[in-house]
């Protein structure tokens, strides 16, 4: 598998499972499960990463620095920044994908 092709799979899960790791992490905040909400911070800070998405790392990584810290409350005020940082990506995703496909669509058998 090529490396573009790797970027594109990676776009794929991160699309497929934000919604979820998202959720998880705004219920763990409510239930002030801080170790929950630290570690769906750390998923999203890392894959954001990966996939250059800097600023929507970033909010990741200080919701996960307040939560260490023992600030809840604090990690909560990252929410918003973190959806608009999210829906930015979200919404670029399809014209990456389309350059880094030259706009066909990647089908992977998982046979590479």
Do not use: W, Y
Request: charged content about 25%.
């Amino acid at each position: 598998m090529d490396q573009k092709s790797l970027v594109v799979r990676v776009m794929d899960t991160f699309e497929n499972t934000i919604p979820l790791v998202m959720k998880e992490l705004e219920e763990s905040l409510s239930a002030g499960d801080t170790r929950q909400a630290m570690l769906h911070a750390h998923s999203i800070k890392g894959t954001a990463a990966n996939l250059s998405a800097m600023e929507l790392s970033q909010i990741a990584a200080e919701i996960e620095k307040a939560l260490r810290n023992g600030d809840e409350a604090h990690s909560k005020t990252f929410l918003a920044p973190l959806k608009k940082s999210l829906s930015t990506c979200l919404t670029a995703f399809p014209e990456i994908r389309k350059e880094l496909t030259g706009g066909f669509v990647v089908l992977d058998g998982g046979n590479e």
